[in-house]
């Protein structure tokens, strides 16, 4: 692409507005990028959210083919942070400090123009040979959501990776981002039995009590040495009222972790206090009883020996086009290539262009960094998958 045609597609991608909840905003990006990812050559299919309950855009998936059916992922979203339903979205340019501004016009829409950008350099490059690998992008309608209903498909696509390369907005400073914390999100209920705080008290079963105990017990599991935390998000009951014994109660559960083994064992630990007999009534003994389950639930990618080595090439390759070094470090936020993680999978994140103010009306983009990370990435997947 020239410095037009590719400030021409942002401009395209970033004032169309795809909120993660205007799904048909959402779809019009993707049409967008299958459109020019079939003249390119990619085989594009589009997927419905496979849960019915969720509404959201279709899922993309782009495939070059390769002597090998194991892929490199590169793994973009359409979705923004931008609220409403209008069809458009702002975008302006500030050309004498070289950046771009608008909702989502890093995160992700810089990321999708540089990626188009790279494919086409990496096709032209191979000249009608096929990739030793195959190669695969994917562009997630949901991200900003957390991708409900698309965590199973993710984590079975990550099972055919042998590389997944996230294009996330680069850190500050431009910096990799080569381990990525996990989450588990639990929803915990408490069944116990209403009654009057005066004249039952002997009757009731104090649903609020025994899930406050409980998530004491399960507040010292955190352990920060190593980076294990537990927060409590919401607490509530089904009354709310100082004269009754209530008789439900919820309570939603944040946990992170950075690797796997410590997901498990704070999973077995979580348990261990929630299958604990609760108080007994005074009255008959009758005990609360408490159900569970896991609303959303993210893996971590861990910096593997392997990864390390993977970052540290690819941040040689954008040293030589940008004269600066990126470090390669942890974000503590999860991302769609955590859905795909799973132990002794490569992943690579913050791979897309630098800017600032994310999440943010003023989000900016800086837009030389569209076309290093560019060239970045196509020499990268050459290296990975192309073939002399």
Sequence with gaps: ????????????????????????????????????????GLQVRLVPNPDPSVS???LLIATLAGESPRTVDLLTHADTVEPGQGPDSAFQLDLTAGIAIGPGVMDDKAAQVMALEAIQKLVDSLGGNRPARTLR??????????SPGFAPLLAQLGQE?????????????????????GNRWYRIQVEGREAHSGR???????????????????????????????????????????NVIPGQAEAKL?????????????????????????????EDGA?????????????????????RALADAYATLVERLEGQRPAARRSGGSADCCY?????????????????????????????????????????????????
Aim: aromatic fraction near 4%; hydrophobic fraction near 35%; charged fraction near 25%.
């Design 200 to 242: 039952g008290h002997r009757h009731g079963i104090n649903a609020a009590h025994e899930l406050v105990r409980k998530l004491a017990r399960i507040q010292e599991l955190g352990d920060t040495a190593n980076d294990v935390t537990v927060s409590v998000g919401s607490l509530r009951t089904r009354r709310d009222t100082y």
């Design 161 to 181: 990776a042998d590389l997944v390369l996230g294009l996330e907005p680069a850190l500050d400073g431009g910096d990799l981002i080569e381990s990525r914390r």
């Design 56 to 58: 959201s855009g279709s």
């Design 1 to 40: 692409m020239t410095p037009a045609e590719r400030l021409a597609l942002l401009e395209e991608l970033t004032r169309t507005h795809s909120g993660s909840h205007h799904a048909a905003g959402v779809d019009r990006v993707q049409e967008l990028l299958a459109k020019r990812l079939r003249a390119i």
């Design 287 to 307: 005990r609360p009883t408490v159900k569970w389950d896991i609303e959303d639930d993210c893996p971590p990618f861990q910096a593997e020996p392997a990864g």
């Design 340 to 388: 795909m993680s799973r132990p002794g999978l490569l992943i690579l994140d913050g791979l897309g262009p630098s800017g600032g103010r994310m999440h943010s009306p003023d989000e900016y983009v800086n837009l030389a960094s569209i076309e290093t990370r560019a060239e970045a990435l196509h020499q990268f997947l050459w290296l990975q998958i192309g073939k002399p």
């Design 254 to 282: 944040d946990t992170r972790f950075s690797d796997f083994v410590h997901r498990d064992t704070l999973h077995g630990r979580i348990l261990q206090v929630l299958q604990e007999p609760g108080a007994p009534s005074p």
């Design 137 to 146: 992008f994917i562009s997630s309608p949901s991200e900003e959501l957390g």
